[in-house]
């Protein structure tokens, strides 16, 4: 018990000294690096070893949750777990919170919450290096297409193409449901399994940034020949934010491309027609072709390829994300000229960039392949919006059903 509560303490100093004031991702360079370090640290451990220090870091993020959890008090005295913390050492806790004033306190919570991110970080990727599948970790030598699938049925290659297809498994909406992301060139990527399906070979994966989570049928898969296998973990990626207009350069750049479900790559990935070869007797119109090498983008794609992965990959999280400005029982009018470049106009399951005070650019879904990323009037995209749905200043603030209300976040003044 000593042991972990200094354990949680030394993380939790260390948290407030690299305070991360991004609300995203979770981990900021200084994190990933300490993970990285201990990772390295242990790297020759034997899988017993790692196990126990999978569950070592499992109890300190429970820790740190309660800690966390008893300031706040969202859990009442009788509710709290004391078999993991002892209720003298919440009440020392607890006592010493008291005396902080209210910035010591915000950042206090925030350390605590940091602690539990990087505990849970380093007990999964620790559990993952215990288990007796684990293949290791790779980087991917290409832009890598993951893909969601069942663990009792993987094959990449029925999706992209077989035989009893005309071409690739799409849905009613001409999209591959299964497709994950796209992940760039470079990114490190952690092999938990491989699984052969004939003469293919896939592998079962995770990233820092995408992770199926526990226990779940479902999970991310890629193909063997877009990595290449390390002989230890490779650092992470670390995203920075581009200039306004590095962003603007890349949007521009994306015009006509194809609305792809999931995809964050619009230069699409020419390899795929050799790794996935198309009958001889089969004719793709150009979309068709578009969409075989994932040439193209969803909503938050396009967002998420121009900040250069600084974004999150998903608009639940960008409701959130960056500053809110405030519109609520602002006409359309009236908002096209409160509007900067690249606010973002974010509801549940969309996001819109501006580009100025009179356009905008988006990735929206058509029927037969038409593009899908392209420059909008701002005033008469903002009119069709209100036509079912009311500006706000916080989603979570307004009791508005999810349908019926967007928000517009700001990064850049």
């Not at 008090?73 to 509710?79: D, G, I, Q, S």
């Not at 602690?115 to 007990?123: D, F, G, K, R």
């Not at 580009?355 to 995209?381: P, Q």
Request: with cysteine; aromatic share 14%.
């Amino acid at each position: 018990m000593k042991k972990r509560s200094f354990l949680i303490l030394l993380l939790a100093c260390y948290c407030l000294v690299n305070q991360s004031f991004a609300a995203y991702p979770k981990l900021n360079e200084a994190n990933h690096k300490f993970i990285d370090a201990q990772l390295t640290l242990f790297h020759n451990s034997s899988k017993s070893e790692k196990k126990q220090k999978s569950e070592t870091f499992a109890n300190v993020a429970n820790d740190a949750k309660i800690l966390r959890n008893a300031y706040l008090w969202v859990y009442t005295w009788n509710k709290l777990n004391w078999k993991i913390l002892n209720k003298e050492s919440i009440e020392n806790w607890i006592q010493h919170y008291n005396t902080l004033n209210d910035r010591r306190k915000n950042d206090t919570i925030e350390s605590l919450k940091e602690v539990q991110n990087i505990a849970e970080e380093l007990q999964r990727s620790f559990q993952i290096e215990s288990e007796e599948d684990f293949e290791g970790y790779a980087t991917t030598i290409l832009p890598t297409p993951l893909y969601w699938l069942n663990k009792k049925n993987v094959d990449i290659n029925r999706i992209m193409w077989w035989e009893w297809t005309t071409w690739m498994l799409l849905d009613s909406a001409n999209t591959i449901d299964q497709l994950g992301i796209v992940l760039p060139k470079g990114t490190p990527v952690t092999l938990i399994k491989e699984v052969k399906n004939w003469k293919f070979t896939y592998y079962e994966v995770r990233t820092r940034d995408f992770d199926a989570g526990y226990w779940e049928s479902d999970w991310y898969f890629l193909d063997s020949r877009l990595v290449k296998k390390e002989e230890s973990k490779p650092a992470e990626v670390i995203h920075t934010l581009p200039s306004m207009s590095e962003i603007f350069k890349t949007l521009i750049a994306a015009i006509d491309s194809q609305y792809i479900w999931w995809g964050s790559y619009y230069q699409g990935i020419p390899e795929m027609n050799e790794l996935y070869p198309t009958p001889s007797d089969v004719q793709l119109s150009t979309g068709e072709q578009q969409y075989k090498i994932l040439q193209g983008t969803d909503c938050s794609g396009l967002l998420w390829q121009a900040t250069n992965g600084y974004t999150p990959r998903n608009t639940r999280w960008l409701l959130t994300f960056w500053e809110s400005v405030a519109i609520s029982w602002h006409t359309v009018n009236e908002i096209t000229k409160m509007v900067k470049p690249l606010d973002l106009i974010v509801w549940a399951w969309h996001v819109i960039i501006i580009l100025d005070n009179e356009h905008a650019i988006e990735s929206i879904w058509k029927a037969n392949f038409e593009w899908g990323v392209e420059i909008v009037d701002l005033k008469e995209r903002l009119e069709d919006i209100f036509t079912r749905r009311q500006p706000v200043n916080e989603w979570s603030e307004s009791k508005l059903p999810d349908k019926e209300k967007f928000v517009i976040r700001r990064r850049f003044k």
